[in-house]
T-cell receptor
Framework: EDQVTQSPEALRLQEGESSSLNCSYT??????LFWYRQDPGKGPEFLFTLYSAGEEKEKERLKATLTKKESFLHITAPKPEDSATYLCAVQATGAGSYQLTFGKGTKLSVIP | NAGVTQTPKFQVLKTGQSMTLQCAQD?????MSWYRQDPGMGLRLIHY???????DQGEVPNGYNVSRSTTEDFPLRLLSAAPSQTSVYFC??????????????FGPGTRLTVT
């Protein structure tokens, strides 16, 4: 059974204080790992897809990295507008591989 | 492009009532899915479709029916609502199950309360 565990559950940062969110996963074979951002009352918004260990992707203050067991979302010099819940999901290879398995998310609060 | 749209935004039902949550996408996506999101549970897959006329069950399908008669629309039906179905429902779509890039695009959600 595919599993995704995100930590911490919640994170409070001062504006400009860099940090990382963790996504640990267990999957028989990884087709892709996805990061989403979700604002209160909204649907998840796609950020990144990572496919293989060692891969990195960046978007503004966010950088996602992938190893064989976990992914990190690094936030550099965050701003209050980065406050949101960040979701991680995995897609497995093989039969039934259309499905995504999501973690419970990390709620990030950036304080001015 | 409107992307993925969902109606209604909010709905209150009494136990035993039926209703249909609507989902439409204008991106010609093959793959569409329904999730529910509950506090502390994360997003869980209810049903999905890989094309018109093809649907399958996800992790939590009981109490829900779907059909896919067109590429654009993927309605979710609650036949007899129960309080356990109180949740926020999200519809999502992606280009193709065969595409190398498989990110799903989500709608704004429907907040359903069953009393």
């Amino acid at each position: 059974e595919d599993q995704v565990t995100q930590s911490p559950e919640a994170l409070r940062l001062q504006e400009g204080e860099s940090s990382s969110l963790n996504c640990s996963y267990t999957v028989s074979g990884l087709r892709g790992l996805f990061w989403y951002r979700q604002d209160p009352g909204k649907g998840p918004e796609f950020l990144f897809t990572l496919y293989s260990a060692g891969e990195e992707k960046e978007k503004e203050r966010l950088k996602a990295t992938l190893t064989k067991k976990e992914s990190f979302l690094h936030i550099t010099a965050p701003k209050p507008e980065d406050s949101a819940t960040y979701l991680c999901a995995v897609q497995a290879t093989g039969a039934g591989s259309y499905q995504l398995t999501f973690g419970k998310g990390t709620k990030l609060s950036v304080i001015p | 492009n409107a992307g993925v749209t969902q109606t209604p935004k909010f709905q209150v039902l009494k136990t035993g009532q039926s209703m249909t949550l609507q989902c439409a996408q204008d991106m010609n996506h093959e793959y569409m899915s329904w999730y529910r999101q509950d506090p502390g549970m994360g997003l869980r897959l209810i049903h999905y479709s890989v094309g018109a006329g093809i649907t399958d069950q996800g992790e939590v399908p009981n109490g829900y029916n779907v059909s896919r008669s067109t590429t654009e629309d993927f309605p979710l039906r609650l036949l007899s609502a129960a309080p356990s179905q109180t949740s926020v429902y999200f519809c999502a779509s992606s280009y193709s199950r065969l595409a190398s890039s498989y990110e799903q695009y989500f709608g704004p959600g429907t907040r359903l309360t069953v009393t």
